[in-house]
């Protein structure tokens, strides 16, 4: 497996602008298509300024005018982040897909933690 590129703890706000630069393309695992919710508002900001989003929620067809997937595996082409608006439970297996389709980074909310999956990530 390719080498991944993910901290050995939280990033310093450097390497976060390092990673935004980079960064093109990004998965929203938990996208929400209601308005008030943070991942709507997040992605919305996101999409403005010119990051492709692709919704991952298996109870919606689309979202923010962008197909939406029912997992990060199901998305045809390449995912350069992916951002988990889930509850700390479900991380797990979302990083256990993120490094399965050789994401280059992925990205926690605030409030969502999971400090074996994020290891097992840096892992990779």
Same mark, same amino acid.
């Given at each position: 497996?390719?080498?991944?590129?993910?901290?050995?703890?939280?990033a310093?706000?450097?390497e976060?602008?390092?990673?935004?630069?980079?960064?093109?393309?990004?998965?929203?695992?938990?996208?929400?298509?209601?308005?008030?919710?943070?991942?709507?508002?997040?992605?919305?900001?996101?999409?403005?300024?010119?990051?492709?989003?692709?919704?991952?929620?298996?109870?919606?067809?689309?979202?923010?005018?962008?197909?939406?997937?029912? =997992?990060?595996?199901?998305?045809? $082409?390449? %995912?350069?982040?992916?951002?988990?608006?889930?509850?700390? #439970? /479900?991380?797990?297996e979302?990083?256990?897909?993120?490094?399965?389709?050789?994401?280059? =980074?992925?990205?926690?909310?605030? $409030?969502? %933690?999971?400090?074996?999956?994020?290891?097992k990530?840096? #892992? /990779?």
């Amino acid at each position: 497996m390719p080498e991944c590129e993910f901290p050995k703890e939280n990033a310093s706000p450097a390497e976060i602008a390092e990673l935004l630069k980079t960064t093109k393309v990004i998965a929203v695992v938990g996208l929400s298509p209601k308005p008030e919710r943070p991942s709507y508002g997040v992605s919305t900001y996101m999409k403005d300024q010119g990051y492709t989003i692709i919704p991952v929620n298996p109870g919606q067809k689309e979202i923010l005018d962008e197909k939406a997937y029912p =997992s990060l595996l199901e998305i045809p $082409g390449p %995912v350069d982040m992916v951002n988990i608006f889930r509850e700390s #439970a /479900a991380v797990p297996e979302i990083v256990d897909q993120a490094i399965q389709i050789k994401a280059k =980074s992925i990205w926690m909310q605030e $409030g969502v %933690v999971h400090n074996e999956a994020a290891e097992k990530a840096r #892992a /990779a």
